[in-house]
Structure formats: C-alpha cells, structure tokens
C-alpha cells in the first residue's frame, strides 16, 4: 500500500476525506520521501562511531521537510488539534477569552470600591482607605493568581 493510500484511508476513516485533499496527499507523500532521503544522506555523514552532527546541512533540510510535514498533517486534519478544528469542535474557551474573562472580573471587583473625594478626608481616614484598598487589591490579585494555577 502506498503512502497516498495510507493517508487516504486514514482521513477516510476520521470522516473528513475530500477528493480536494488529493493534491495535498500526494505533496505530503513526496515530502516524506524527500525527508527519509535527506535522513539517509545525513546519517551518512557521520564519522565512523559517531553520530552526525546537528550543525550538517543535510540536517537542516531534515528540520525543514519535518515542518512542511507538520504542516501538510495539520491542513488535513492529521494531528489531534487541526482534527477538532475541522470537526468545529473547540475545548471550551480558548486563551483570549479567558483573559478577557479575568480582566472583566477584576473591573468588577475595582468597581466595588468607590472612593470618596480625597479632600473630604481627614489624613487618619485617607490612610485607613488607602490601606483598606491595598488589603483588598492584594487580596483580589491573589485569588485570580489562584485561579490562574487552577486553569
């Protein structure tokens, strides 16, 4: 069986085969062909007892084929995340909204303490306010660290 048919067997059975994927298929094919070619001639710089070395240019052309590799797999659905996405499943929220979601919390809470005209206070009440609000930012951002941890 041919890697082209591996693969469409493969995107067959995950449900999202497309005959447009065939173009992709046959490119991902030969870009493996390319990379275990490259791996070969890489290998084959090492010296005697030895391993190749990272720095060979043959290693490099490896790197490069791996990305186009990855790149291919993600297009069609071949890694997990790339499947879900074409699928139209996600995982919950995703980073951005949880940090838009944090930040309209602390807003909230910020919200909740007004604080009255600093020139109607006396300097014993200002101090009491002023220590009052770091007691409770602290507080405020210890619970969202906490929170952080737990997500």
Same mark, same amino acid.
């Given at each position: 069986?041919?890697?082209?048919?591996?693969?469409?067997?493969?995107?067959?059975?995950?449900?999202?085969?497309?005959?447009?994927? +065939? #173009?992709?298929?046959?490119?991902?094919?030969?870009?493996?062909?390319?990379?275990?070619?490259?791996?070969?001639?890489?290998?084959?710089?090492? #010296?005697?007892?030895?391993? #190749?070395s990272?720095? +060979?240019?043959?290693?490099?052309?490896?790197?490069? %084929?791996?990305?186009?590799? %990855?790149?291919?797999?993600?297009?069609?659905?071949?890694?997990?995340?790339?499947?879900?996405?074409?699928?139209?499943?996600? !995982?919950?929220?995703?980073?951005? !909204?949880l940090?838009?979601?944090? %930040? !309209?919390?602390?807003?909230?809470?910020?919200?909740?303490?007004?604080?009255?005209?600093a020139?109607?206070?006396? #300097?014993?009440?200002?101090?009491?306010?002023?220590?009052g609000?770091?007691?409770?930012?602290?507080?405020?951002?210890?619970?969202l660290?906490t929170?952080?941890e737990?997500?």
């Amino acid at each position: 069986m041919t890697r082209e048919q591996v693969y469409t067997r493969q995107l067959q059975a995950l449900g999202v085969y497309e005959p447009a994927f +065939d #173009p992709l298929i046959k490119d991902l094919a030969k870009a493996e062909r390319r990379r275990t070619r490259a791996e070969k001639a890489w290998a084959a710089t090492a #010296p005697p007892d030895g391993k #190749p070395s990272f720095l +060979d240019p043959h290693y490099q052309i490896v790197a490069q %084929l791996d990305r186009e590799i %990855l790149g291919y797999r993600e297009v069609m659905g071949l890694t997990p995340k790339s499947l879900r996405r074409l699928r139209g499943v996600t !995982d919950g929220p995703g980073e951005q !909204d949880l940090i838009v979601d944090r %930040l !309209d919390r602390i807003a909230a809470r910020v919200e909740q303490y007004e604080a009255p005209e600093a020139h109607s206070l006396d #300097p014993d009440e200002a101090q009491a306010l002023a220590e009052g609000k770091t007691a409770a930012w602290g507080a405020l951002v210890s619970e969202l660290n906490t929170e952080a941890e737990h997500e």
